[in-house]
């Protein structure tokens, strides 16, 4: 947790506290519900990543995360890690895990990762090897959580539910105990279109009736407490970006809209002086007119990702995040009439 005096420090004057890093979109899984880009022959070279770290570290950033892609393909992994290491960043890798050995698990634990987030897409093989496309990947995602666990490093497991894996939660909260896990698992249904523009992956998202039980389940889990969320606007941009395999600095993996270019401009520049961070900074909810009228807005986790995806826009409103909205009242004035 961060202490209330940092965070009110961090807001008021936007500092970038949390950069997401995709140091590669090259990945050796093929998974269905992908949104990345393909891969790309203009990638930042070890040198660039560790210019932008440099200036990540003096602009106040604290949390760092390693993501793709598959951040472990890149043969230079080790050389950035140790740089940011010694920056002392809080660490964070987001892996599929495939490629985590003896040696790959005792580097991660010696370079101290704050955190290491791997895929799991089904409690059994044949499901999570469909969704990855990859024989065998179950196995090795296994076997990487036992070594990162047996070595003390913090593993958090990330579950995306679809209709391929869906009525494997159980399994996968079991499988997260078995594994030595001591921290609860993260699991989120939310499907984004690929960052190309196609709308494939939208099949796999679950049904209102899948969305029902699983919002059920949660609302369970949480002690029966309500399923609201009255903040309309989440914090990408203010105290968070991501960068992306090229250098461009977007607001959020999932709003791929370039605020500037690090190979053409330094980082606080683009921070502090972007039109478009200066936008999303100076909006507030009163200003989502669309989103500030709706009978769902105290249910809405309201995703900029999704508007943007679904509209081209930031701040308008999304069919997606409404249908979550819904569901989510529908559950939670159901259960408390059971009561």
Request: glycine share 8%; with cysteine; hydrophobic share 35%.
């Amino acid at each position: 947790m961060i202490p209330h005096a940092l965070e009110k420090k961090v807001f008021d004057n936007n500092i970038p506290l949390d950069v997401q890093i995709e140091l590669t979109w090259k990945c050796n899984h093929r998974c269905l519900h992908c949104y990345q880009y393909p891969p790309s022959d203009n990638e930042l070279s070890a040198a660039e990543i560790k210019d932008i770290i440099s200036q990540l570290a003096d602009a106040g950033c604290l949390y760092l995360a390693f993501t793709g892609g598959e951040p472990l393909l890149r043969k230079d992994i080790w050389e950035i890690a140790d740089f940011a290491f010694k920056k002392h960043f809080a660490l964070t890798l987001q892996t599929n895990g495939t490629l985590i050995g003896e040696k790959e698990a005792d580097k991660i634990a010696g370079f101290n990762f704050f955190v290491v987030h791997i895929s799991i897409l089904g409690s059994k093989a044949d499901t999570h090897d469909r969704v990855t496309g990859v024989k065998g990947s179950f196995e090795k995602v296994v076997k990487a959580a036992k070594l990162l666990n047996s070595r003390g490093v913090k593993v958090i497991l990330n579950h995306t539910m679809m209709k391929e894996n869906y009525g494997e939660y159980d399994g996968i909260k079991k499988l997260n105990k078995e594994l030595g896990c001591n921290v609860d698992m993260r699991v989120s249904p939310f499907i984004f279109m690929s960052s190309d523009g196609s709308a494939e992956q939208e099949a796999l998202r679950l049904d209102d009736d899948q969305l029902k039980e699983f919002y059920r389940a949660m609302r369970g889990e949480i002690g029966g407490q309500e399923l609201q969320n009255k903040a309309l606007l989440c914090n990408f941009g203010k105290c968070s970006c991501c960068i992306n395999a090229e250098g461009k600095v977007y607001p959020c993996v999932a709003v791929p809209l370039p605020a500037g270019d690090l190979r053409k401009e330094k980082f606080k520049d683009i921070w502090q002086n972007s039109p478009l961070f200066g936008k999303i900074r100076t909006v507030t909810c009163n200003e989502l007119e669309e989103c500030g009228k709706c009978d769902l807005a105290g249910w809405c986790f309201r995703c900029s990702g999704f508007s943007y995806q679904e509209t081209g826009e930031l701040f308008r409103g999304s069919k997606e995040a409404k249908r979550f909205a819904r569901i989510i009242r529908e559950v939670s004035r159901y259960e408390k009439e059971k009561v």
